[in-house]
């Protein structure tokens, strides 16, 4: 986008008062700087995954994401996201119900220990189910002896995925709901309707889009996790391996046409996300308390 | 009565299911985030205070810790430089393109870090779209610190972007008009006045893009080379020491690395602090 493509536009478009804005020559500038970030940073590396996905043709492209490894791959990732992201809906819906609909004493360190893994490394994520599970680990002798496998495979890496996903639903739900009060259910309730019914008739339709918002971003980062999965994963090909490490396989052994062949496919992720999360902050600009929160 | 009520640990309400939400998200909370965490802690401790000092200090996690830090330091400023420049431009500005480029911002939030990782490789490689244009120039990004940087740019973005963003909504633009009535110029206005009111924003944007830097591992890993002492970051040195059945050494490392991002942390709370008491927000 050049600045001789933009002058007219901005020039047609009512601005504010010169005093509250900058000479259109820096406006300019700082347009382009801001693009050219933007082009540099983000939008080539996107790119680049298609381009490569794309360059052995086709042919390679489909055979790289239906070959058995790849379709295990894909069935993990899936399978996984079932897991993980139910589990942290029930959670965030229980958090945000007891934070946001009551008065008790330690209420704000919840609120900021539900946050705590946003601040913990993915590798460390990984790490600490390792030490609990592992052969070497607190509870390793007992699992080996019941004969039961959490570490390299499904349970750890299902748990290591809860882990890193844990904040974002809750999060998204805690200040919506903090906003809209209590008075809702209080109707409901002294009209003689159950506690459940009441949750499932008032409550829950008044978040719904916040509840979507928060389980699109959930998923997105469950199915795309890397470094926490990798640590408890063993990556077996065809039995513990998810997208993501498939990806790292097929890179590490130089097979980079069916490495960005996957990648395209969490890329496309990537963008389905995007659109669902941003036509949700357009459409439901009001029933989303935490948009603009990450 | 009134003293019964100050005692009790909840306020009555009518609204039921108390018990019940609390108790699962307490034990949900207690077994996927802190037993683990206390395990991790636990298992550091076994060392004893020399013996994690030992681990902690060598020179060779010392080196890993340092390049973490440093790389994701740099990134972050650079992030805090560009997504002020970034945000002020989406907020002021009217331009074609600018919702599809607001929307873009949060790019590295959804795509996942192998594929972020590989993309920036292959592009910075030396036969790569940019890393082609720089290898003339004798630059090396690829498999070098400069590389673990660029990633660390790219995760750590949005960050200061959407922190920045609804504060800059928000100003009031009657403080600009009355700062151009007393005769200030125009940068006079946005680094006398608006500046010091984004600070917090800014700087907390920034403590959050270096939190989520010092630990990043699947963008940096493809494209920082691996080299002991040059270009390997903690994260990874954490997953070499657990495949070698280290497990106490892994657990001290990641324990170093959790007291960096809770100081980091901290360091968020007090800026919110200090900003609520200069502005009252």
């Given amino acids: ?294 | 009565m009134a003293g019964a009520r100050g005692l009790a640990l909840k306020k009555p309400s009518a609204i039921p299911g108390f018990g019940l939400a609390l108790g699962f998200t307490l034990t949900y909370l207690s077994l996927i985030v802190l037993i683990p965490l206390a395990g991790l802690v636990l298992k550091s401790a076994t060392l004893g205070l020399a013996g994690f000092l030992d681990v902690v200090t060598g020179p060779r996690t010392l080196a890993a810790l340092r390049l973490s830090f440093v790389t994701a330091l740099i990134a972050a400023i650079l992030n805090a430089v560009f997504g002020v420049i970034i945000a002020w431009v989406l907020i002021r500005y009217r331009f074609p393109g600018r919702r599809l480029l607001d929307a873009f911002v949060d790019l590295p939030f959804a795509l996942p870090t192998a594929v972020a990782g590989i993309a920036l490789t292959a592009l910075y490689a030396p036969n790569g779209w940019i890393g082609s244009w720089l290898e003339p120039l004798g630059i090396k990004v690829a498999y070098t610190p400069l590389g673990i940087t660029i990633a660390l740019i790219f995760i750590g973005l949005p960050f200061v972007v959407r922190t920045v963003q609804p504060v800059l909504e928000e100003f009031d633009r009657e403080l600009e008009e009355a700062s151009a009535t007393l005769g200030a110029s125009r940068r006079q206005t946005v680094f006398l006045v608006m500046l010091p009111t984004l600070l917090p924003a800014i700087l907390t944007g920034f403590a959050l893009a270096l939190a989520r830097a010092v630990g990043e591992y699947g963008s940096v890993i493809f494209i920082a080379g691996n080299m002991p002492f040059k270009s390997e970051i903690a994260p990874l040195l954490i997953i070499i020491r657990l495949e070698e059945f280290g497990y106490a050494q892994a657990a001290a490392i990641g324990t170093a690395m959790l007291m960096i991002s809770f100081a980091i942390l901290l360091f968020v709370h007090l800026v919110q602090a200090w900003s609520r008491k200069r502005f009252g927000q």
């Fill in chain 1, 1 to 294: 986008m050049t600045d001789a493509a933009i002058a007219p536009l901005l020039l047609s478009t009512p601005r504010p008062k010169a005093v509250t804005t900058e000479q259109p020559l820096v406006r300019y500038a700082l347009i382009g700087v801001a693009i050219i970030f933007l082009v540099v940073f983000l939008f080539l590396p996107l790119a680049s995954v298609f381009v490569e996905a794309l360059r052995a043709g086709l042919g390679t492209y489909f055979a790289s994401i239906t070959e058995p490894d790849a379709v295990s791959a894909i069935t993990l990732t899936l399978l996984i996201a079932a897991i993980a992201v139910p589990a942290n809906v029930i959670f965030g819906l229980a958090a945000s119900w007891a934070i946001a609909k009551f008065d008790f004493s330690g209420k704000s360190l919840l609120n900021s220990l539900i946050d705590l893994p946003f601040s913990v490394s993915p590798v460390i994520s990984g790490l600490i189910y390792v030490l609990l599970f592992g052969a070497q680990g607190y509870f390793g002798p007992y699992l080996k002896s019941e004969n039961i496998q959490i570490i390299f495979a499904l349970p750890g890496m299902v748990l290591a995925t809860i882990f890193v996903t844990f904040p974002f639903v809750a999060r998204e739900l805690v200040p919506l709901m903090q906003e809209q009060g209590t008075q809702d259910e209080e109707a409901a309730l002294s009209l003689g309707a159950s506690g459940w019914k009441t949750f499932f008739k008032v409550t829950l339709p008044n978040i719904r889009w916040a509840l979507l918002y928060g389980v699109v971003l959930c998923n997105a980062r469950a199915m795309g996790e890397f470094g926490a999965v990798s640590v408890v994963s063993g990556h077996i090909r065809g039995r513990t391996n998810t997208m993501p490490l498939h990806v790292e396989i097929l890179y590490n052994e130089y097979n980079f046409a069916a490495a960005f062949a996957v990648a395209s496919l969490l890329a496309l992720l990537a963008l389905i996300t995007l659109v669902i999360k941003i036509t949700l902050e357009w459409r439901y600009v009001d029933q989303i308390a935490a948009s603009r929160r990450h």
